[in-house]
T-cell receptor, first 109, second 115 residues
């Protein structure tokens, strides 16, 4: 059973647009929700993370929105750039990390 | 500060063989966890080691095993390889593991192809 469900599987956005990736989880015991970014040939790297006591966290162009009651969280990339083209994974954790299946983002010039 | 180092980066095996993958964590990190990455499945958790002890284990068959040494370096072994074991195997290190420190630092992975 997939503990974290991620959508969409792939996303194409124009340069300057907003990219939105969504995740949903089941286990209310999760207490840490990170997003990882992976470029081809590289391992995933932490992009931004949030804990369930806040509803939003912003770091530069990247924002996590967190809805505890709906058990959903999303990543928003503002002013998307071609350099943002990568695969993005959401995750949820409490002692063990559960990852979503990934979203391949392509930002076209 | 050196990152997480995984060896070998690429390897090809045939069905029935076994393979050993190695991971050197970031200096000072005591937790090492392993993940299998396949298209469409994302990252599947294999196991986590902390101070030479397996602390968590995912839902993989017993053919998948691991260990951690006193210097925190870790190895994972897959015996009796099957075609479905073809994947990118990622190692991640963290200071203490779990969600206490938050961040996992991943290596670039070992890409295993089983023919």
């Amino acid at each position: 059973q997939q503990q974290v469900k991620q959508s969409p599987q792939s996303l194409i956005v124009q340069k300057g647009g907003i990219s939105i990736i969504n995740c949903a989880y089941e286990n209310t015991a999760f207490d840490y929700f990170p997003w990882y970014q992976q470029f081809p040939g590289k391992g995933p790297a932490l992009l931004i993370a949030i804990r369930p006591d806040v509803s939003e966290k912003k770091e530069g162009r990247f924002t996590i929105s967190f809805n505890k009651s709906a058990k959903q969280f999303s990543l928003h990339i503002m002013d998307s750039q071609p350099g943002d083209s990568a695969t993005y994974f959401c995750a949820a954790s409490r002692n063990q990390f559960y990852f979503g299946t990934g979203t391949s983002l392509t930002v076209i010039p | 500060k050196a990152g997480v180092t995984q060896t070998p980066r690429y390897l090809i095996k045939t069905r029935g063989q076994q393979v050993t993958l190695s991971c050197s964590p970031i200096s000072g990190h005591r937790s090492v966890s392993w993940y299998q990455q396949t298209p469409g499945q994302g990252l599947q958790f294999l196991f986590e080691y902390f101070s030479e002890t397996q602390r968590n284990k995912g839902n993989f068959p017993g053919r998948f095993s691991g260990r951690q040494f006193s210097n925190s370096r870790s190895e994972m072994n897959v015996s009796t390889l099957e075609l479905g074991d073809s994947a990118l195997y990622l190692c991640a290190s963290s200071l203490q593991g779990g969600s206490n420190t938050g961040e996992l630092f991943f290596g670039e992975g070992s890409r295993l192809t089983v023919l």
